[in-house]
């Protein structure tokens, strides 16, 4: 069983950056694809960015050239690195792992990112 916990998460005002941190306990396996979605009030989740075990990223166009992801293998941790942050940005974040060789989604409960001035 795997857990996921979000942390991070804050007010902050636009163009400021917020780094968020997901810690995965559990077994992690190298087919795992890590990553963030979110979910703004009154709209569905959506993607924002994964990772996989060997590195490869994909981002929402919405967060490109803005957002990082990375993850750190050895600890189970996966990071967003958020710059130049938009009231857009707002939403709860958060963390899925896809244990892609049995088609199963881990969710974290999730961290508040509210951009605001």
């Known amino acids: 069983q795997v857990q996921l916990v979000e942390s991070g998460g804050g007010l902050v005002q636009p163009g400021a950056s917020l780094r968020l941190s997901c810690a995965a306990s559990?077994?992690?396996?190298?087919?795992?694809?890590m990553g963030w979605y979110r979910q703004a009030p009154g709209n569905r989740r959506e993607l924002v960015s994964t990772i996989t075990y060997g590195g490869s990223t994909t981002y929402a166009d919405s967060v490109k050239g803005r957002f990082t992801i990375s993850r750190d293998n050895a600890k189970k941790t996966v990071l967003l690195q958020m710059n130049s942050l938009k009231p857009e940005d707002t939403a709860v974040y958060y963390c899925?792992?896809?244990?892609?060789?049995?088609?199963?989604?881990?969710w974290g409960k999730g961290t508040l990112v509210t951009v605001s001035s």
């Open positions: 559990g077994s992690i396996l190298s087919s795992d694809r």
């Open positions: 899925n792992l896809l244990r892609l060789e049995f088609g199963m989604n881990y």
